[in-house]
Each structure stands twice: as structure tokens, then as C-alpha cells.
């Protein structure tokens, strides 16, 4: 690694996206001027999204991989980066067996997902890339498979810091969201750019982006209706009482509001009086809830329309994941899949975010690295 750290190279940064789903990481990344040439996935239905949207004709496409990460080698990752740039790998592992919906369950580690950290780290000691980039929940920092990853880092040569948590409105995501973000460098620390956005007007900053700054142009639309300018612009149809409910039910408040024959009977009970967030309404002048894969389920979360007597449409869900409005994830005129979309969006990496992650490295890169 000393001979590494000794390297002269170009300020030029390739990435390879492991884990890239339909392209969140990757299309920041490519906004912050970073070219990501390839990405890997088992799920080969993420092809035509990961490969189709580019910020700018200036991209170039990227290569799309659907493969097992535990079945791809090393060899094959340093074939995809090209010679001389300074190599990137990214991996943002699935978070589902480390969020806190699942951390009380005594199987989890039995989750085929749960060792994909440790893959993850296998290519990295294998190749040796000059920088890493890694996403996750913030629980995560609690297991004992992320501390044998960090330590694996350390033992590497690697420089960062492990309990990078980035409150997501910091940096323009519309959303309640917390995320660790751990960013290793060969050649030192990597600092997060300053936070661009604020929720208090003396700090100068800009404001926090709302509900209404993301979603509150969009054409209105009833439940299970699809606006016919935009296929994912369509919310799913609610049961005749969820109709009741949601009718009955007020911005920012809880299923309290409720008339007693709506309520469902775990309120009834002390275990479900805490669950105030289902069936709710979103804010308008507020932030949204984090965007899970079910955000277009009413019963899921804070998923309520402000207004509308729906839950929120995909495209509502992929803009505040601060997806571009024309990005495209599905080919043109294929039949929509809904449950399938909404985990495309909900799994992803806020767009915004990912620039922010690329924006930080390229600093660093122009601080440390001679050319």
C-alpha cells in the first residue's frame, strides 16, 4: 500500500457500482463529474434503467452486469476500469436485514443478503481501488460484520471515517432520512462537502426542500387513476374503508383522528397505540418520510397524499428520491409492473445524495493527488 500511496496519478475517476440497482449512485455520481463504466446486479431487469439514463450526452453508457457478487472476481473487476484512472468501487449493499424493522428478528443473519458486505470486501482487498464509497442504514455500525469490514479497511491501508451519518436534507433530499456513509481513501480522510441546506434561516443556507418543493406541480390524480401523460405518475386503487380513513385523516396528524369504527384493532391495544405513522398524511411544508419499497402503500408508513385522497404515485415516490422527473425505468411501452417500480425506487440511492458522495471525492481527489 506504500507504494500506492506513492502513485502520481491523473485526477481522471472511474467507478464500478456493485449492488447498482437501476442507477441512483451511478447518475449522481456521473452529475458530479465522476465516469461510472460499469455496474453489477443480480437483478438483470435493471438493465435498461442503469444503462439508458445519463445526466448528459457527454456520459458515456455504462455497462451493465447481472451476476452473483459472491461469483465475480476480482479479475474480471479490475478488467472494467481503464488504465491509468484512478479506480473507484462503490457498493451499497441491500440495508434490509440491518433497518430497524428487521434488528429484532433472531434470523436475519441467516439472510442470504446479510454476507454481501463481506463480498464486498473480498473484491476490495482483491482489486485494491484507490477509493470507496459504501451506503447503508445507520444500525449497521452496530453489527459485527461492519466492524470486521472496517477492520479489513484498516488492515488495507485505507483512511475514513466510520461513523459518517449524513442527515439527507442537508444536502437537498426532501426526506427524514438518515444514512451512514463511509468514505475510504489511500491517501487520507475523505470530508463530506459542507451541508448546502438548513431548517433554521440564520444559518444562511438554503432551505430544506419540502414535499411541496418536490411533488406539488404534479397533475392531480384519484386513487388507483394514472395521469395519461406519464404512465408512472398512478397511485394504487384504495378499499372502500382506506378511502374512509385516509378522507378522515389530516396532514402530519395520526389514525387518532379517526372515527372509532375505522380504527384497526391492534390500536386498540397498548403494543399498536405507537405505530402513529401508518395511514398517515404527508406535509405539504414538511419533510417526507423516508421512501421505503412500500412507499406507494397507504398502510406502510406516512404515505398520504397532503391533499389527495390517495397514497403516493411512483413518480411522487422517485421525486422525492430526488430522481430527475423524466427518468426512465422501465422500456417504452412495456406493461408496468407496480410492485416492481416501487422497489426500484425505494432501494435506490437518493440521486442528490450520490452527487453530494461524488462531489466529496473529487475534492479530495484535488486536494491529495498530484497530476
Not at 481503464?82 to 429484532?104: H, M, W, Y
Not at 482483491?126 to 453489527?143: D, H, M, Q
Not at 471515517?161 to 426532501?174: M, T
Not at 413518480?315 to 417504452?332: D, M, N, V
Amino acid at each position: 500500500m506504500d507504494l500506492l500511496k506513492e502513485k502520481k496519478s491523473p485526477l481522471s475517476i472511474s467507478a464500478v457500482d456493485l449492488f447498482c440497482g437501476v442507477g441512483g449512485l451511478k447518475y449522481g455520481l456521473q452529475q458530479a463529474g465522476i465516469d461510472v463504466v460499469a455496474g453489477l446486479d443480480i437483478d438483470e431487469t435493471c438493465k435498461y434503467p442503469f444503462e439508458e439514463n445519463n445526466p448528459s450526452e457527454e456520459n458515456n453508457k455504462s455497462k451493465f452486469i447481472s451476476k452473483d457478487i459472491c461469483k465475480f472476481t476480482g479479475a474480471e473487476l479490475s478488467e472494467l476500469y481503464p488504465e491509468d484512472n484512478i479506480k473507484l468501487l462503490v457498493g451499497c449493499a441491500p440495508c434490509q436485514p440491518f433497518s430497524a424493522q428487521t434488528r429484532k428478528n433472531k434470523n436475519r443473519s441467516s439472510d442470504e443478503r446479510w454476507s454481501l458486505l463481506d463480498e464486498f470486501g473480498r473484491l476490495i482487498e482483491e482489486v485494491k481501488p484507490e477509493l470507496i464509497a459504501f451506503e447503508n442504514v445507520p444500525l449497521i455500525r452496530k453489527e459485527t460484520i461492519f466492524t470486521d469490514f472496517t477492520k479489513k479497511l484498516r488492515s488495507l491501508g485505507y483512511y475514513f471515517d466510520s461513523k459518517l451519518i449524513v442527515y439527507c436534507p442537508d444536502y437537498g433530499v426532501p426526506q427524514k432520512r438518515r444514512r451512514l456513509v463511509l468514505l475510504a481513501s489511500i491517501w487520507g480522510e475523505v470530508e463530506l462537502i459542507p451541508k448546502r441546506h438548513s431548517n433554521s434561516p440564520e444559518d444562511g443556507l438554503l432551505p430544506f426542500r419540502t414535499v411541496k418543493n418536490a411533488i406539488g406541480d404534479l397533475p392531480k390524480i384519484d386513487d388507483g387513476q394514472e395521469y395519461e401523460h406519464d404512465q408512472l405518475h398512478r397511485s394504487r386503487k384504495l378499499s372502500d374503508i382506506n378511502k374512509r380513513r385516509i378522507k378522515q385523516s389530516k396532514p402530519g396528524r395520526t389514525w387518532k383522528d379517526w372515527d372509532e369504527e375505522l380504527r384497526l384493532p391492534c390500536h386498540k391495544k397498548d403494543s399498536g397505540k405507537g405505530y402513529t405513522t401508518v395511514y398517515g398524511r404527508m406535509e405539504w411544508n414538511d419533510l417526507a418520510p423516508t421512501i421505503t419499497t412500500q412507499f406507494n402503500n397507504l398502510g406502510s408508513g406516512r404515505f398520504g397524499h397532503p391533499e389527495q385522497h390517495r397514497a403516493l404515485s411512483l413518480r411522487e415516490g422517485a421525486l422525492l428520491q430526488t430522481f430527475p422527473e423524466g427518468y426512465k425505468f422501465i422500456e417504452p411501452d412495456s406493461p408496468i409492473t407496480v410492485g416492481r417500480i416501487a422497489a426500484y425506487i425505494g432501494n435506490a440511492v437518493p440521486v442528490d445524495l450520490a452527487k453530494i458522495i461524488g462531489e466529496s471525492i473529487r475534492k479530495h481527489v484535488r486536494e491529495n493527488v498530484n497530476e
